[in-house]
T-cell receptor, first 110, second 114 residues
Framework: EDQVTQSPEALRLQEGESSSLNCSYTVSGLRGLFWYRQDPGKGPEFLFTLYSAGEEKEKERLKATLTKKESFLHITAPKPEDSATYLCAVGDNQGGKLIFGQGTELSVKP | GAGVSQSPRYKVAKRGQDVALRCDPISGHVSLFWYQQALGQGPEFLTYFQNEAQLDKSGLPSDRFFAERPEGSVSTLKIQRTQQEDSAVYLC????????????FGDGTRLSIL
């Protein structure tokens, strides 16, 4: 059964303190791994898609990496506006649905 | 262009009432998805459409849940005889295909069953 586990559940950082969020997954056939950001009261906002092990993508202070078993979202020198819940999801090759993790709630204090 | 639009944003209903939630996808997107999100959890898949065809409804929790997309554009999620456990945020997403393109989400409908 496809499964996604994110850690930690919550992360508090000081502004400028770099860190990483983890997404471990098991999937029968990986179609893609997706990272989303979700602000309170809003829908998930797409950040990255990773398709194969070794792939990396960057956007501003965020960098996503992928191995055969997990993905990391690295946050470099975060700012308070990076505070949000970060969701990881996998799509398998059996259809269109995404399987989401429970999310990591990131809080960045000035 | 406009993103995915959902209405209403908030819905309060009494237990036993029927509710209908609407989703307007991004124009031209052939695939449309419904998810349910409980507080503090990630979204859980309910069902998806490619154009007007419902290709997967394996996530619908019971036969009280019904979704349709008759003209391959707007979709409606209907819940009959609502129960308290149906209280959640219902998210709609659309994508330009069902495989590798990312799904883009609306802001959801928050459903509260009293």
């Amino acid at each position: 059964e496809d499964q996604v586990t994110q850690s930690p559940e919550a992360l508090r950082l000081q502004e400028g303190e770099s860190s990483s969020l983890n997404c471990s997954y098991t999937v029968s056939g990986l179609r893609g791994l997706f990272w989303y950001r979700q602000d309170p009261g809003k829908g998930p906002e797409f950040l990255f898609t990773l398709y194969s092990a070794g792939e990396e993508k960057e956007k501003e202070r965020l960098k996503a990496t992928l191995t055969k078993k997990e993905s990391f979202l690295h946050i470099t020198a975060p700012k308070p506006e990076d505070s949000a819940t970060y969701l990881c999801a996998v799509g398998d090759n059996q259809g269109g649905k995404l399987i989401f993790g429970q999310g990591t709630e990131l809080s960045v204090k000035p | 262009g406009a993103g995915v639009s959902q209405s209403p944003r908030y819905k309060v209903a009494k237990r036993g009432q029927d509710v209908a939630l609407r989703c307007d996808p991004i124009s031209g997107h052939v695939s449309l998805f419904w998810y349910q999100q409980a507080l503090g959890q990630g979204p859980e898949f309910l069902t998806y459409f490619q154009n007007e065809a419902q290709l997967d409804k394996s996530g619908l929790p019971s036969d009280r849940f019904f979704a349709e997309r008759p003209e391959g554009s707007v979709s409606t999620l209907k819940i009959q005889r609502t129960q308290q456990e149906d209280s959640a945020v219902y998210l709609c997403a659309s994508s330009s295909d069902y495989s590798n393109q990312p799904q883009h989400f609306g802001d959801g409908t928050r459903l509260s069953i009293l």
